[in-house]
């Protein structure tokens, strides 16, 4: 089933609330409606619009947005060990994880809480307290809009790394994915050392998948806004890596800077953005309806009828104060259109 809206506003499908309209927003279920789609609407632009919580407006936009509204979820192999879950585009991505937790399947519990449809998972590569999507992930099926045929790439095939994979180089505007396949564990693997996921976890009696799960939940609602109360698109900027001798430099005079080691390089070392913003002296800063949150400098929110170029003030903004304190560029970590 398809569906095809004109002149639509999109002001209740991006998680920072901004009042704009979409020239045309087709909702799709199947690798068939986007042939037909594509051979009907022939656009020239084109961008997917999962459930918009990493997506900023800053204009009306003239083109088609493709939303999914296929959200199937089956289990597709069964063993003593582990089972494969195979998830369809619009599924929600918390609802997946609360059913592995349920379930008894270890894997995903420590990403619980990101709002995120299943397929903008793997187009980032969605990740939190020390776990990434791609820890899971085993196939990625996609639309190729350039040969209209269904593809399947493997974990390796889709280059995933912090924030990245082939859908955001390669694969960018051509890729509208229609499934993702996750390897879950029977096994108790539990993944505590980040944060204060451990302490967390201890006062809830210890590492069960549902003490793991609640205490993440509790953490993240008390340091994220929710997006319904306070437009916003979680972190809006990545974590920024650098040279490791750059952040020797920076810690001769800032000893209490978080640094992170960067897998497979020991030459780079990552940075918080969150500890460089709110060093620079932003957290809790507010420029009319728009601001930086007062508990998490990472989170650019609106306060109330801000624009995508009030928010985009903000952050040029932001960007500037951290290179003059530290040196450091950081760069947007929303989809900006
Ligand atoms: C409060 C809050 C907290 C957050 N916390 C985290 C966090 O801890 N970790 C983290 O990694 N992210 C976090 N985010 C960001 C966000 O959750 C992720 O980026 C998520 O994957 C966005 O999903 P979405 O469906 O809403 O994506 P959208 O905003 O709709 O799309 C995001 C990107 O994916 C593309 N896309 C979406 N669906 C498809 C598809 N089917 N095929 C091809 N491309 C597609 C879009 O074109 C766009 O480039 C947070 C956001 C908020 C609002």
New binding site residues.
């Given amino acids: 089933m398809k569906r095809i809206y004109s002149n639509i506003n999109i002001a209740d499908r991006?998680?920072f609330g901004v009042k704009q309209q979409a020239a045309t927003l087709a909702e799709f279920e199947t690798a068939d409606d986007l042939r037909d789609l594509f051979m009907t609407l022939k656009p020239t632009e084109w961008?997917?619009?999962?459930?918009?919580?990493?997506?900023l407006f800053t204009q009306d936009y003239h083109g088609v947005l493709f939303t999914?509204i296929c959200g199937n979820r089956t289990i597709i192999e069964s063993t003593d060990d582990h089972i494969i879950v195979r998830a369809e585009?619009a599924h929600d991505?918390d609802t997946l994880v609360g059913w592995s937790v349920q379930e008894g399947l270890w894997g995903i519990e420590n990403l619980s809480a990101?709002?995120?449809?299943v397929?903008?998972?793997p187009?980032?590569?969605?990740?939190?307290y020390g776990a990434e999507a791609k820890d899971a992930i085993t196939v990625v099926e996609?639309f190729d809009t350039q040969s209209m045929e269904v593809v399947r790439l493997s974990n390796k095939e889709c280059h995933f790394a912090y924030?990245e994979s082939i859908?955001?180089q390669e694969l960018k505007g051509r890729?509208?994915?229609?499934a993702v396949e996750f390897k879950l564990s029977r096994h108790a693997q539990p993944n505590l050392g980040y944060g204060d996921v451990i302490s967390e976890v201890e006062a809830r009696g210890g590492a069960t998948l549902r003490n793991i799960r609640e205490a993440i939940c509790a953490i993240?609602s008390r340091k994220?806004?929710?997006?319904k109360v306070l437009g916003?698109?979680?972190?809006f900027f990545k974590n920024p890596i650098v040279d490791r001798t750059v952040a020797e430099a920076l810690r001769v005079n800032h000893p209490d800077m978080p640094c992170y080691e960067v897998a497979g390089d020991q030459s780079r070392v990552k940075l918080a953005a969150g500890w460089l913003i709110d060093r620079a002296g932003l957290k809790g800063y507010r420029d009319g309806c728009v601001g930086v949150h007062e508990r998490q400098a990472l989170?650019l929110v609106n306060h109330g009828g801000a624009t995508g170029g009030d928010v985009m003030r903000l952050a040029h903004f932001v960007c500037m104060r951290v290179k003059e304190n530290f040196g450091i560029d950081i760069s947007p970590?929303v989809?900006v259109l």
């Fill in positions: 991006n998680s961008y997917v619009l999962g459930a918009g919580n990493n997506t999914p585009a991505w990101i709002p995120s449809s397929g903008a998972a187009v980032q590569n969605i990740g939190a996609y924030r859908f955001k890729a509208i994915i229609l993240r994220l806004p929710d997006p916003n698109a979680g972190s989170v970590e989809n």
